[in-house]
């Protein structure tokens, strides 16, 4: 069964939302049959590069709220966070565009290093004090330290055409199935869950997934001994 992720590095939501789903995705019985892709999705697609603001001017300015009020919201943001078991600055974050960082995540999953360079890429954002928008060279750092070569890491960067039309295939693809927002979990073509939900709605989704898969459908006769093969005990012995 596969599970797509939309989601954003700058969205505290998606951030918080993997968490929660990797808690029911421990619990569920079949995980180890569970594959999980990440999509890219941009909260703030026309951002240019060097635009890069603190978060509570942000909010501020797209929200129309007062500075009380996005201070506010960004402490039960780290409330929230805390409950999940994670770490969240709620001061002195800043806010940029996240294309890059898509960009590269669509490199290590050629790899095979997407989730451990997603979740150094949220903690890095969330968590710590240095900026995640105004240095290439911290991006490659991320990079190495999710066991991609960090030469390879860095010729991507400076390549603003390097796997963009990948990230623009994912954003196009979540207009279709209709997110809006992130996160945005799509399991097995089937069934979407948005939001950050709770665990147990998370729970719920991958067994009602899981158990609705269609039967795989044989060719040829669905009978053992039809044909020679090889089972648990044993290959069939070649006939005369």
Same mark, same amino acid.
């Given at each position: ?139 490659? +750092?991320?990079?190495?330290? !999710?066991?991609?070569? /960090?030469?390879?890491? $860095? @010729?991507? *960067?400076?390549?603003? %055409? ?37 665990? +147990?709605?998370?729970?719920? !989704?991958?067994?009602? /997934?899981?158990?609705? $898969? @269609?039967? *795989?459908?044989?060719? %040829? ?20």
């Amino acid at each position: 069964m596969r599970v797509e992720i939309w989601s954003d590095i700058a969205c505290p939501w998606c951030y918080v939302g993997k968490a929660r789903f990797e808690k029911a995705l421990r619990d569920f019985p079949y995980r180890d049959e569970v594959e999980v892709v990440h999509r890219s999705f941009e909260l703030d697609p026309g951002r240019a590069k060097g635009d890069i603001q603190p978060v509570i001017t942000m909010l501020t300015k797209k929200y129309g709220m007062s500075a009380a009020q996005a201070e506010a919201g960004e402490d039960n943001l780290g409330a929230q966070a805390a409950a999940e078991g994670l770490d969240y600055r709620t001061r002195g974050r800043d806010h940029g565009s996240t294309f890059d960082m898509h960009r590269l995540l669509h490199f290590a999953r050629e790899q095979g290093s997407q989730e451990q360079l997603l979740d150094l890429l949220y903690r890095a954002n969330f968590a710590e004090e240095r900026s995640v928008f105004d240095d290439d060279e911290r991006l490659v +750092e991320l990079a190495s330290a !999710a066991g991609l070569d /960090a030469e390879a890491a $860095r @010729a991507v *960067l400076a390549d603003p %055409g390097a796997y963009a039309d990948g990230v623009r295939a994912d954003e196009r693809e979540a207009a279709q199935l209709g997110a809006s927002g992130v996160p945005f979990f799509v399991l097995d073509r089937k069934y979407g869950v948005s939001g950050a939900q709770p665990a +147990e709605v998370f729970a719920q !989704a991958l067994t009602q /997934a899981y158990g609705e $898969r @269609a039967p *795989l459908k044989t060719v %040829g006769g669905g009978d053992a001994d039809a044909a020679d093969a090889c089972g648990p005990d044993g290959c069939a012995v070649p006939r005369r």
